[in-house]
Nanobody, 124 residues
Framework: QVQLVESGGGLVQAGGSLRLSCVGSGRTFSSYAMGWFRQAPGKEREFTAA????????SYADSVKGRFTISRDNAKNTMYLQMNSLKPEDTAVYYC?????????????????WGQGTQVTVSS
């Protein structure tokens, strides 16, 4: 069983940066593909970024490509999302997720384990 805890959310002005962290408790963390998803009020949870088990390959939603960077440190059981050039449209609750697979996917249903979410608010 994997437990995930996000942190690093907060309020930031447009154009600013924020770094989210997700710490996993599972002993097989290093074999799990992981991803970041976000959900704005009244909207569906949407794919943001994903990373395969080794961290060598990443993928991003078009809306964040070039601005966000996903990474992981398996030795620390931690995944990160560096968010730069933030826009008001990035405002959402951000969730980290893990799957019992080595390779990632952009679909919500692919991931078995979810964190509780961390709020990111970007002001104009």
């Amino acid at each position: 069983q994997v437990q995930l805890v996000e942190s690093g959310g907060g309020l930031v002005q447009a154009g600013g940066s924020l770094r989210l962290s997700c710490v996993g408790s599972g002993r097989t963390f290093s074999s799990y593909a992981m991803g970041w998803f976000r959900q704005a009020p009244g909207k569906e949870r949407e794919f943001t970024a994903a990373i395969i088990w080794s961290g060598i390959t990443t993928s991003y939603a078009d809306s964040v490509k070039g601005r966000f960077t996903i990474s992981r440190d398996n030795a620390k059981n931690t995944m990160y999302l560096q968010m730069n050039s933030l826009k008001p449209e990035d405002t959402a609750v951000y969730y980290c997720a893990a799957a019992n697979q080595r390779y990632s996917d952009s679909n919500t249903g692919f991931y078995k384990y979810w964190g509780q979410g961390t709020q990111v608010t970007v002001s104009s």
